[in-house]
């Protein structure tokens, strides 16, 4: 984390550490999908409180077309 980010934004940095640890036990006790899933809830949960969330750039590939009816190409 940059802390200098954090004081210049005027935040507790303690609250912070604070936070931390306790995603650091979801995801000890969760795994790193329930510490993903946590982070979507709350991102979703502060757009709808009005909150600019830094939106991502990279988004998860998902193929929607099942393997069975997905057209043949050469050098599959």
């Known amino acids: 984390m940059d802390t200098k980010v954090a004081v210049r934004a005027g935040v507790n ?11 650091d036990e979801v995801i000890a006790a969760e795994g790193a999908n ?15 409180a009005g909150v600019e969330v830094p939106g991502r750039v990279n988004t998860a590939y998902a193929n929607t077309i099942p393997v069975e009816e997905e057209v043949r190409y050469p050098g599959d």
């Open 34 to 48: 329930g510490g993903a899933q946590l982070l979507e809830a709350i991102s979703r949960y502060a757009r709808e």
């Open 13 to 23: 940095l303690d609250e912070i550490a604070e936070w931390i640890e306790a995603f």
